[in-house]
C-alpha cells in the first residue's frame, strides 16, 4: 500500500494524514473484495523494516492499526470477515497486540473473506523461523510458513501500488507464481475500482506454473 507519504506531500499535509486517509483505502478494499471472487487478502500495512522510521510516524500507524482494529470489528464481525495477523507481534505495543488478540477470537468465524494485515512483518524472518521450527519436508516447511493458514500458502495475485516495482520482503516464498500488478495510483487514490481492474487483469492472465496450459487444472 504504497504512496501515503507522497500523497500527503502533494498536498501540503504531513505524512500522518495520508496514512490515515490511506485507512479509508483500505475500508473500501475491504468492502469490494468478497463481491470481486477474492477469497483471502493480505494487505502489508508494516514492514519489520518500517521500524526504522523516525518514532512519531510509526507511532501514528500503530494508533492507526488500534483504532483500525477496535472500530471496524463490528463490521468485520457483521459481513462475515475473518480478521488475522502476520508479523513479529511481540514487537507490537501491548494495546495493539489486545486488539489483535480480540478482533481474531471474535471474528474467527468469518466466512466471507479471510482478511490477513501484515504488521511488523518480514517475509526472509517468516521463512528462517519456519525452516527453525524443524520442517523435514516442503509440506512440513509451508505448513509452518503458513502459520495454521494453509489457504494462504500461495499468493494469485500481487498488487503494488504507488509506482514502485518491487517485492520488498513481501511473502517471498508464497509469490512464486504470483501475477504482478503495479499500478501508479498512489494508495489513498486506490478505489474498488482499481481492484476491479486488476482482477480483470489478473484473469486474462495466461498462468501456466511452469508446465504447459494443458497441465493446469483450473487455468
Ligand atoms: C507505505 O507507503 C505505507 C505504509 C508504511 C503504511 C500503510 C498504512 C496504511 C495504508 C494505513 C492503515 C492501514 C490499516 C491496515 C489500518 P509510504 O507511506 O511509505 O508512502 P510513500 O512511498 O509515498 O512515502
Known sequence: MDGNGRWADLRGHSRWVG????????REVVDAAPRLGIGTLTLFAFSADNWRR????????????????????????ERGVRLTVIGQRGRLPAPVQQAIAGVERATRGGRNLHLRLAVSYSARDAIVEAARQGARSRPQFEQALAAGEPGAAQVD?????????????????????????????LWPDFT???LEQAVDDFRGRERRFGGLLEDVPCA
Open 19 to 26: 496514512h490515515r486517509i490511506g485507512c479509508r483505502a483500505v
Open 54 to 77: 523516525p518514532a512519531r510516524e510509526t507511532a501514528a500507524l500503530m494508533r492507526l492499526f488500534h483504532s483500525y482494529l477496535t472500530e471496524d470489528l463490528g463490521t468485520a464481525t
Open 157 to 185: 495475485l500481487l498488487i503494488r501500488t504507488g509506482g514502485e516495482q518491487r517485492l520488498s520482503d513481501f511473502l517471498l516464498w508464497e509469490c512464486a507464481y504470483a501475477e504482478l500488478h503495479f499500478s501508479p495510483v
Open 192 to 194: 474498488a475500482a482499481h
